[in-house]
């Protein structure tokens, strides 16, 4: 072995790598992405769930139940209602997971010894999110109320709580985890799938020389954009349909709501990520790249939207990062409109973000794409 040659070799490679500066970014990137991912944001043990209270009774045991709630930290709350209607909408919604009602002749009926029941209704779309919660309400009341029942009311703390919290699993009663992977397997599969075929669409074209003859035709950017993205709609619809079939008749997970708004919300969602693949693409400047920017972008959208751990879970700047991803708004309404019957009311709150995401990254490839040509 000839030591020179090799690490001319060597220096050579070296070289190269330092000349292709975004696979070298992509390789550093990633691995720094992983770490800071699984090793801050991913939390399973998930804390400060929001919870609406409906203190129709508003006496010492409720107030004592309501802070021993918040003191275990596994309840936050975020409002105070007039009754259960209105925490019901909350919960549809997606702005509480919890809605706590204590009724107005709970102390009375405490007194008397009559066994009141208080009820805790929880957003069971995401089973991991709720569980270790619900676990844990019965041991925090024993305490909150127990420590009140002195004196005369002594003669209720031995035996059997005095008191009955009722538990409801609201949207997926048994905490199927199925419930909550496969509609949002719909949006992941998506994704990954939208992106990194447009992306890849793009830059084939130009590693085959194809895209001179795009340039050099009287095309605008904003033609070239819709007569790529249209045909990927139609397979977009085309998966999603495989799924939706799949969901219902091989797993069993209802479709409460309407097919038609879900069918609306795809089109605003597929559009999204084509328009992400298509600012790849005019990033990258050939497939491997493209799929490297593919998997950069795909990472978070698995770990930071909900699909695979609960996201209130994760800290505020994981969410906050989150909230910027079309797929975790999408998984609210899909999970939504599936197991909740949402609305058109309920939707909009969600499908705006998605379209922001899409004109922001139509508008920067459209500037790209202009820039080629220019």
Do not use: C
């Not at 066994?115 to 309400?137: E, F």
């Not at 009341?141 to 709580?161: F, H, K, M, Q, T």
Request: charged share 15%; net charge positive.
């Amino acid at each position: 072995m000839n030591w020179r040659r090799m690490l001319a070799v060597l220096l050579k490679e070296l070289r190269q790598v330092g000349r292709d500066r975004l696979t070298f970014g992509m390789m550093v990137g990633i691995p720094i992405m992983q770490l800071i991912l699984f090793g801050f944001a991913i939390n399973g043990d998930v804390r400060h769930l929001p919870l609406a209270v409906a203190d129709l009774d508003r006496s010492v045991f409720s107030r004592r139940l309501v802070a021993a709630l918040e003191t275990s930290q596994y309840f936050r709350t975020v409002r105070h209602v007039k009754g259960p209607a209105e925490g019901d909408a909350l919960l549809a919604r997606g702005e509480v997971q919890f809605v706590l009602v204590v009724p107005g002749d709970f102390s009375r009926k405490l007194v008397r010894g009559e066994r009141p029941a208080i009820l805790l209704a929880a957003d069971a779309t995401d089973p991991a999110a709720t569980g270790n919660a619900l676990a844990s309400v019965n041991a925090i009341a024993a305490r909150a109320i127990g420590s009140e029942l002195r004196g005369p009311l002594a003669r209720l703390r031995p035996g059997e709580a005095p008191y009955e919290i009722r538990s409801q699993r609201r949207y997926n009663p048994e905490g199927l985890t199925r419930y909550n992977i496969v509609p949002g397997l719909m949006g992941v599969i998506l994704t990954m799938t939208m992106v990194m075929m447009t992306a890849l669409a793009m830059t084939r074209e130009r590693e085959r020389g194809t895209m001179e003859n795009l340039l050099a035709t009287p095309v605008s950017p904003l033609e070239v954009m819709i007569g790529k993205i249209v045909p990927y709609i139609l397979i977009g619809y085309i998966q999603v349909g495989v799924i939706l079939l799949a969901s219902m008749l091989v797993f069993d997970v209802p479709m409460v709501g309407s097919l038609l708004l879900l069918s609306s919300a795809l089109v605003l969602f597929i559009a999204a990520n084509l328009a992400i693949g298509f600012t790849f693409s005019t990033i990258a400047r050939n497939q491997m790249q493209a799929m490297q920017l593919t998997f950069f972008f795909f990472l978070p959208s698995m770990l930071l939207t909900g699909f695979m751990f609960p996201f209130r879970g994760m800290p505020g700047w994981a969410q906050a990062i989150g909230e910027v991803l079309p797929l975790t708004h999408f998984l609210r309404i899909t999970r939504g409109i599936m197991l909740k019957g949402n609305g058109l009311a309920e939707v909009l709150p969600h499908a705006w973000p998605i379209g922001l995401a899409m004109g922001v990254a139509g508008t920067v490839a459209m500037l790209r794409y202009r820039q080629t040509l220019d």
